[in-house]
């Protein structure tokens, strides 16, 4: 019996030819590729936008088949500390390329959860073994020390737009012979958010329960609100209707089992489609920002969340 894969991995692009999205990246790339040199890089960006898969493509564009003597993939949210530095990477760094290519590649992976004293030894590895090149990958590129920084070029990953996932959609569902209707691929790109990973994730889930999948199975797979029924809740706050406000979130809560962040992640994107005052548009956005920050700090996530309704019921009476 063969094992399938997960559709993170059985989807993952093996050649740059293959990347969505990330349009001029992906062509700087493929130039070094030609020259067979380049310099260390950091991958800059949310997670889900193709930064690990980049590096893995180009490495695969780049040794043809002589991948394991030439590259290196470690993650280093898991191996963060310095011991990592001196053992694992300046090891690889000493050794000889067998591949066509002389250059060889450290890929780290979340390269901003190396502690500083990681980052420091780094830095020396860099100098002390030009042959080897890197590519770090972070969420927040301001995470690496100034030093690294300045020994690499930074590339920015932006989040993928929405005819990018669509055309990743589309490509799965010819391959899985799935039949998704219109509204559930507009809710899958929503969900998605910029992030494919997260996308696939959802897409395999709903498309385990039904081969046909639909908006509904898209949200309920997801554990998120439609669009429709955050708009309802802040409409019914800010016309000072507490009860059906309140009544709203309970349906958020209880139906969708959505936790307070999210809640509020959903109301924050949902704000600019509020037919309100702008100035009134600035006050919640506010709130949110306020109330959000109370949740993280341990405060309890229903009163914050009732408290913000009532935040807003009030905003809204002033700017009447």
């Known amino acids: 019996m063969v094992l ?3 559709w993170v991995e059985k989807y993952r692009p093996h050649s740059l030819n293959d990347i969505i999205g990330q349009k001029l990246v992906v062509e700087r790339l493929k130039s070094f590729v030609e020259r067979g040199n380049f310099p260390s890089m950091i991958f800059a960006g949310s997670p889900g936008v193709g ?10 564009d780049l040794y043809k088949g002589s991948l394991n003597s030439a590259f290196l993939e470690l993650n280093a949210s898991d191996a963060r ?24 590649i450290i890929f780290l992976d979340e390269a901003d959860a190396l502690t500083s004293d990681a980052q420091h030894a780094l830095r020396r590895t860099m100098e002390n073994f030009p042959s080897t090149r890197f590519i770090l990958s972070a ?52 969900v998605g ?21 639909t ?40 139906r969708n089992g959505m936790s307070a962040e999210d809640i509020l992640t959903q109301c924050y ?21 306020e109330y959000n920050f109370r949740i993280v700090e341990g405060a309890n996530e229903r009163i914050q ?16």
């Open 4 to 6: 399938d894969l997960p």
């Open 269 to 289: 994107k949902e704000v600019q489609n509020l037919n309100v005052d702008e100035r009134l548009k600035l006050e919640i956005i506010k709130d949110i920002g």
């Open 51 to 60: 930064k690990t898969a980049c590096a893995i493509a180009m490495a695969n």
């Open 81 to 104: 500390g310095i011991d990592v530095i001196r053992e694992t990477v300046k090891e690889f760094a000493k050794t000889i390329s067998m591949a066509k290519v002389p250059v060889k």
């Open 215 to 254: 908006d509904a199975s898209i949200y309920d797979t997801a554990a998120k609100a439609r669009p429709k029924e955050i708009i309802a809740m802040l409409n019914y706050a800010i016309t000072e209707d507490f009860m059906n406000a309140r009544n709203e979130l309970d349906g958020l809560m209880l």
């Open 139 to 190: 969420n927040y590129a301001s995470k690496i020390i100034e030093p690294i920084q300045s020994r690499c070029v930074v590339f920015r990953f932006r989040p993928l737009s929405g005819e990018d996932m669509r055309s990743y959609v589309k490509r799965i569902e010819s391959s899985e012979k799935l039949d998704l209707s219109e509204k559930a691929l507009e809710a899958l790109i929503y």
């Open 193 to 213: 958010d910029g992030d494919l990973r997260r996308l696939t994730n959802v897409l395999q889930s709903a498309a385990m329960q039904h081969r046909k999948i």
């Open 305 to 320: 969340l009732e408290a913000m309704l009532a935040g807003l019921a009030l905003a809204a009476k002033r700017n009447k």
